[in-house]
């Protein structure tokens, strides 16, 4: 059983930043590609990044791109999002999640192909 825990979240003023962690149990965290979603009230749950297993690829929504930036410590067990200039269109729920397909480079950027998920972090930022 795969445990994800997400940290960080918080109120920041527009422009702010922000650096969510996801800490994640069991041993084969360093083999899956890793995915951070967000779930405004009342919409869909959306791909924010996405890194591969070894690190080598990244992969971003393009609103964000720029901004955030998504890094991975495979000895440590945690996957990170930086999140720069923020906006408050960025507002919302935040998940980090693995991807089901163990050693893949390319990371999906959709929410059925991950399997284990945190419960989440609340990101809010004012204007």
């Known amino acids: 059983q795969v445990q994800l825990e997400e940290s960080g979240g918080g109120l920041v003023q527009a422009g702010g930043s922000l650096r969510l962690s996801c800490v994640a149990s069991?041993?084969?965290?360093?083999?899956?590609?890793m995915g951070w979603f967000r779930q405004a009230p009342e919409k869909e749950r959306e791909f924010v990044a996405a890194?591969?297993?070894?690190?080598?690829?990244?992969y971003y929504t393009d609103s964000v791109k720029g901004r955030f930036t998504i890094s991975r410590d495979n000895a440590k067990n945690t996957v990170s999002l930086q999140m720069n200039s923020l906006k408050p269109e960025d507002t919302a729920v935040y998940y980090c999640?693995?991807?089901?397909?163990?050693?893949?480079?390319?990371?999906?950027?959709?929410?059925?192909?991950?399997?284990?998920w945190g419960q989440g972090t609340q990101v809010t930022v004012s204007s």
């Open positions: 069991g041993r084969t965290f360093s083999t899956y590609a």
């Open positions: 999640a693995r991807d089901s397909r163990s050693r893949t480079g390319y990371p999906s950027t959709s929410r059925y192909q991950y399997d284990y």
């Open positions: 890194i591969s297993w070894n690190g080598a690829s990244t």
